[in-house]
């Protein structure tokens, strides 16, 4: 197994640096002419989902030049090709994070490719710690707006030459989480007799969970929930000019007291994200079914 973290293996690069095309051809060598217009990127123990997509192509992410391998256990890498309710889909099944080393760049590489094979909707998934009071592990969050604490700290995959073919330098993000995927996400939710939680999800790099004065302090901040993915990918795909959505699964409630017998644990997470998962399916599957019809 290689010691080398991300930042070794490939050298940082901005957008407009990177050339796409052998991945694209890779991917193209195996897909033929199959053209995804939706894009699911599926986090921490929701990957299973990727398995009920009928006429499945799977592309190794080993397979694809450029692509960031996940390390993480619970992250199997692999582009899913398929339908899913009658829609042409892409489903990224695990992804890189930047606590292992990879740049901002690197962890939305998926999305460019995306990106490029046609993708007009992005709907992503993650698992989180519940910083509202009102939340339980269990519940699913339907993500209405962000607080980048890592973009705002500067790692950020915007940051660099920007390609103005691909969007603007300066980016607005006061509507990121399009209305009207969330009110569909809503719908479905109400119709299925499902509980769906809405909030802010506020991005940090991990990898270690965050101490309570830290959630007391994110709390304070507006925050509803906190992983360690997502944002990164939403910035990039509204770069695009992507219609963007999130689910947050809250597989634990973040602690926010010291001297609690409690800790978070990764196994916790992953846990609670396969119980998570059906329900979860079900409003992606709601919300693929009435995207565009
Ligand atoms: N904190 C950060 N990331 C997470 C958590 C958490 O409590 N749970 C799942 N991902």
């Given at each position: 197994m290689s010691l080398k973290s991300g930042y070794e293996q490939h050298a940082p690069m901005t957008p407009s640096q990177v050339d796409y095309t052998p991945a694209l051809t890779a991917i193209r060598e195996k897909i033929g002419a199959f053209?995804?217009?939706?894009?699911l990127v599926l986090g921490s123990g929701l990957g299973t989902l990727a398995n009920?997509?009928?006429?499945?192509?799977?592309?190794?992410?080993?397979?694809?030049?450029?692509?960031?391998?996940?390390?993480?256990?619970?992250?199997?890498?692999n582009l899913v090709f398929g339908q899913l309710e009658g829609q042409d889909v892409v489903v990224q099944q695990g992804r890189a994070h930047l606590?292992?080393?990879?740049?901002?760049?690197q962890v939305t590489f998926p999305i460019r490719l995306m990106t490029q094979l046609g993708?007009?909707?992005l709907i992503l998934t993650n698992a989180a710690g519940g910083i509202n009071a009102d939340f339980d592990a269990g519940d699913i969050m339907l993500v209405n707006d962000h607080i980048y604490f890592a973009g705002l700290a500067g790692m950020n995959p915007l940051?660099?030459?920007?390609?103005?073919?691909?969007?603007?330098?300066?980016?607005?993000m006061a509507q990121t989480y399009d209305r009207g995927l969330?009110?569909?996400a809503l719908d479905i939710a109400f119709e299925a007799g499902e509980t769906l939680r809405r909030g802010v999800y506020a991005c940090i790099t991990g990898p270690h969970f965050e101490t309570p004065a830290e959630i007391r302090m994110f709390r304070t901040l507006g925050a509803d929930a906190i992983g360690m993915s997502?944002?990164?990918?939403?910035?990039?795909?509204?770069?695009?000019?992507?219609?963007?959505?999130?689910?947050?699964?809250?597989?634990?409630?973040?602690?926010?007291?010291?001297?609690?017998?409690?800790?978070?644990?990764?196994i916790e997470v992953m846990e609670m994200g396969a119980v998570?998962?059906?329900?979860?399916?079900?409003?992606?599957r709601g919300v693929v079914r009435k995207i565009n019809a």
């Open positions: 053209q995804p217009t939706i894009g009920e997509l009928e006429n499945a192509i799977v592309v190794a992410d080993a397979d694809i030049p450029g692509y960031p391998a996940s390390t993480v256990q619970g992250h199997s890498g606590y292992e080393g990879y740049t901002p760049q993708v007009n909707t940051i660099g030459p920007n390609d103005d073919a691909i969007g603007p330098r300066f980016l607005g969330r009110q569909t997502t944002v990164h990918e939403v910035v990039v795909a509204r770069h695009a000019g992507l219609r963007v959505m999130a689910f947050s699964s809250i597989t634990n409630v973040a602690i926010d007291e010291i001297d609690t017998t409690r800790e978070t644990s990764h998570i998962v059906p329900k979860l399916a079900k409003i992606v």
